[in-house]
């Protein structure tokens, strides 16, 4: 890490800061952690982590790890280990180009996002409906013919409702008789990922939003030719933006 730099990034806007979270005792005192900062040569601000909050609220898995985030707050590029420092500086440089052209727009209804969106559970649950909450990040559902979008026949794209990631499409959108929105397919595969889901003694798919991990829904194989699939979304996973 102590290839990165904070003073060649200063100028241009950004910030470099390392977050220490101890492995050992002696880690957790900041003045050993000033001295081992000053015999490495790292050159850009350290701040300790003894309750281990950042590592837990990223997921990080190992020591050490470089997230690049954006402007928003989202997690851009993730690096685990030393080194990394070419494709670190290649990132930052595609994020700065980007503050001057669009990005992340819905395009034609087609386009899905792909930097990822990690929040903590508190921020989460500030920014979320009591419901959109319960069904995103606890994976609910709601109760079927209640929801906004079941019976909604407009054009346009549905995004999720917890990180703007487009993830289905009007064009897709058929009426299964099941009261929650059903699609045939994705707006694009990159837009959300799949899982297997074993609760309530059943054996299914879930549907999570690629960019932020947000519960959707579930897929069945009973949908509509040509792909044979019904992705049973919650509404309350979803805001459709008229187009």
Request: aromatic letters at 10%; proline letters at 4%; charged letters at 25%.
């Amino acid at each position: 890490m102590a290839g990165l730099s904070h003073a060649q990034y200063r100028d241009q806007g950004l910030t470099i800061v390392g977050v220490h979270s101890p492995e050992f005792d002696n880690e957790k005192k900041i003045e050993n952690v000033r001295r081992e900062v000053a015999s490495l040569g790292i050159r850009f601000p350290v701040v300790t982590d003894n309750e281990f909050e950042t590592w837990h609220a990223y997921k990080v898995d190992a020591w050490p790890t470089i997230f690049v985030l954006d402007k928003s707050g989202h997690v851009r590029g993730k690096h685990v280990g030393e080194g990394g420092y070419a494709q670190t500086e290649q990132l930052i440089q595609k994020l700065l180009a980007e503050q001057t052209s669009p990005a992340n727009t819905i395009s034609g209804g087609n386009e899905a996002m792909t930097d990822k969106v990690v929040k903590t559970d508190e921020e989460w649950r500030k920014e979320l409906s009591p419901e959109q909450y319960y069904i995103t990040r606890q994976k609910g559902t709601e109760p079927a013919f209640t929801g906004a979008y079941w019976d909604n026949h407009e054009a346009g794209v549905y995004t999720c409702v917890a990180c703007g990631n487009t993830v289905f499409s009007s064009d897709k959108k058929f009426d299964s008789g099941t009261g929650w929105p059903s699609f045939s397919a994705p707006i694009a595969e990159k837009s959300i990922t799949e899982e297997s889901d074993t609760t309530h003694g059943m054996i299914r798919t879930e549907i999570i939003c690629k960019r932020c991990g947000a519960h959707l829904g579930h897929v069945f194989s009973d949908g509509p030719k040509p792909t044979g699939l019904r992705y049973c979304i919650n509404s309350a996973a979803l805001k459709f933006v008229k187009q």
